[in-house]
């Protein structure tokens, strides 16, 4: 059933060689670049700011890593228990995007940015949560167009992402003050050339 599903869903969203081009570029610039995005914000977040919300981003980033960390290893475990081919691989579809023939179950990079875009949503503001999700969609909407992905790999991410963020939360709960104590302690002393030239924020 769910197979069939997966299969359907796949057809409907994976480009032909009739798809016009603009619409695999874009789809490219999504599954390859748009990534990019997890690194970029958790660094503005943890370096700049206005000093009465730095303590709290600094928090969210933490608590943004421990949920990737849960996420990706909730992910490899998964991969290795339900491995599933890539459409590419069962010579399903069209393929416009070359990727190494691994397990696509759950979906790496739709494990990450659904895990990035809940932590925002539970942990930060509802827009910017919403944002990050609709980034997330057209993530994992690329990597499907382009033949990488099944749409339940994706599923997959989402949900791995979730287990993700709860765990976060059970963790932080545990000892999540002393270890923003710690890495802000390290950051100041890693940082401390740039903190006092006022680059980067104490």
């Not at 990597?143 to 791995?160: A, E, K, N, Q």
């Not at 976060?168 to 270890?179: K, R, T």
Request: proline residues 4%.
């Amino acid at each position: 059933m769910l197979e069939h599903l997966n299969y359907g869903l796949f057809y409907l969203i994976n480009a032909t060689p009739a798809s016009p081009e603009w619409s695999i570029d874009i789809a490219t610039f999504f599954a390859k670049d748009l990534i990019s995005i997890v690194p970029l914000l958790a660094a503005i977040l943890w370096l700049w700011g206005p000093r009465s919300q730095v303590n709290s981003q600094r928090q969210l980033v933490i608590k943004v890593a421990m949920a990737l960390a849960v996420s990706v290893l909730a992910s490899f475990v998964l991969g290795h228990i339900f491995p599933h081919d890539r459409p590419f691989v069962d010579h399903v579809g069209y393929t416009f995007l070359h990727h190494a023939p691994d397990d696509s179950f759950p979906s790496d990079h739709g494990t990450v940015i659904f895990t990035f875009a809940l932590a925002f949503l539970f942990w930060h503001r509802v827009w910017s949560g919403a944002l990050l999700m609709v980034v997330a969609v057209a993530i994992a909407w690329s990597r499907i167009y382009l033949g990488v992905h099944w749409p339940l790999d994706m599923v997959g991410g989402f949900l791995v992402g979730l287990i993700g963020c709860v765990s976060a939360a059970i963790l932080w709960s545990l000892f999540g003050q002393a270890l923003y104590n710690g890495l802000s302690q390290l950051y100041r002393t890693l940082f401390a050339i740039l903190i006092r030239k006022g680059w980067v924020r104490d």
